[in-house]
């Protein structure tokens, strides 16, 4: 704030307040190598001047930084540009002021030209550990990822989008870890519900209705160091345990169809997490996994959920809380 001797406090110092100060932005203004070895570096300054407890962070980076990234799909022979988050994270040593973290983006615009896939994030990481001189790194990408759906009768098809992540995690002994995200959104009718309703037609010739709900399951897979694991790997996982997808085209024949599917595979939440895992825990290639189903109630006003891992030592721990974000 200003004094009475028309000095400007800035940080502790004081600053002449010049009225002959520039005050319009210059565009033509050409920085200088002179001139940028004046520009104050913050960031590498001194440890003294770090604030708060002298610990390590865990993790310190970017969140939802976006940009197009190539991805390889399996109805085309080129790869698609897809829409990505990225949310991109290395740890920080208790004697250090701070990190790069326009460096995060720009290494993803140095490897724009290449077709994204987990195995990659390894390569992009091992930069970061060299480049921000960190001891722990990671990268995920979230993405929603189209694919062609065929209706259940009738000749229409229409694509579906999933939401998914790959997560590339390297510690401090350079272990790498590939993690594969995936949403799967089916119909869960109730085993109860349909009991009920047939107990009521057949004892006293009343038409019921049971109740069926949208429902989400999260599949979290890590996948072994040599072994590649696609989305269309764990669509097919998810579609051979759970049966009932949601549909995208539907005409008459399809929605009878849908019934008569809903019929077939009724299922509680926990019958979903359990046919999950499964399939899950038969695919070699998946060295761990978490599942987390949510059931969105037609009948009550809450959620049904539940939430199981393959329970490897040291593995996932089913410790998945946020259920909030399986709404759909």
Do not use: W
């Not at 970017?62 to 109805?75: E, G, H, M, Q, W």
């Not at 540009?81 to 290395?90: A, D, F, H, K, N």
């Not at 008569?260 to 695919?283: I, S, T, W």
């Amino acid at each position: 704030m200003k004094t009475a001797d028309n000095k400007l406090h800035l940080n502790g110092n004081d600053r002449q307040d010049d009225d002959r100060m520039a005050r319009d932005y210059d565009a033509s203004f050409v920085m200088s190598d002179d001139y940028y070895k004046t520009l104050p570096d913050v960031q590498n300054a001194a440890a003294e001047s770090i604030r708060g407890a002298r610990v390590g962070i865990q993790q310190v980076g970017i969140s939802n930084f976006r940009l197009p990234l190539k991805y390889a799909v399996s109805y085309r022979d080129e790869p698609l540009m897809l829409e990505t988050s990225v949310t991109g994270t290395v740890s920080l040593e208790a004697s250090r002021k701070g990190i790069n973290m326009s460096r995060i983006m720009r290494s993803f615009y140095d490897y724009k030209e290449q077709v994204f896939s987990p195995e990659l994030l390894r390569e992009i990481l091992d930069f970061y550990k060299r480049s921000m001189d960190t001891f722990s790194a990671q990268i995920k990408l979230s993405f929603s990822y189209p694919m062609m759906q065929q209706s259940l009768r009738s000749d229409l098809s229409g694509f579906q989008y999933y939401d998914v992540a790959f997560e590339g995690v390297v510690d401090r002994d350079d272990r790498f870890r590939k993690i594969l995200y995936f949403d799967f959104v089916y119909s869960s009718a109730c085993p109860c519900s349909a009991e009920l309703a047939e107990h009521a037609r057949d004892v006293r010739n009343v038409y019921a209705i049971p109740h069926s709900q949208r429902s989400k399951a999260r599949l979290r897979v890590e996948v072994e160091p040599e072994a590649e694991v696609s989305i269309e790997d764990l669509h097919a996982h998810s579609l051979a345990a759970l049966k009932t997808e949601t549909q995208v085209m539907v005409k008459r024949e399809d929605e009878q169809a849908f019934a008569e599917m809903n019929g077939a595979a009724v299922k509680f939440v926990e019958d979903a997490a359990r046919l999950l895992h499964e399939q899950l825990a038969a695919d070699k290639r998946i060295r761990d996994f978490e599942v987390a189903c949510a059931h969105l109630e037609s009948l009550h006003s809450h959620d049904a959920i539940s939430v199981i891992a393959k329970g490897i030592p040291d593995g996932f721990r089913a410790d998945f809380s946020d259920f909030k974000d399986l709404i759909c």
